[in-house]
């Protein structure tokens, strides 16, 4: 689970990137994030996902659900 915790108003559903986002290899991952989901995607690994994301105040709740889930 990560929070994201200055965005706000429009900028809610927009592009950013989370530095050491990526569960692969801890680099930084760039989100896409609209109201029908987010994207995720990390440009040292390749990594793809569909991190769920969760409207919380001011701020986004991204997790990323792994097949290693125990
Ligand atoms: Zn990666």
Redesign the pocket.
């Known amino acids: 689970m990560t929070s994201i915790p200055d965005l706000n108003g429009e900028a809610r559903f927009a592009e950013f990137t989370l530095a050491e986002g990526?569960?692969?290899?801890?680099?930084e991952?760039s989100i896409r994030a609209t109201p029908s989901g987010a994207h995720s995607y990390?440009?040292?690994?390749?990594?793809l996902s569909r991190p769920r994301m969760k409207v919380r105040g001011q701020g986004l709740e991204l997790s990323f659900s792994t097949s290693a889930n125990a």
């Open positions: 990526c569960l692969l290899c801890g680099g991952v990390c440009p040292t690994c390749h990594w």
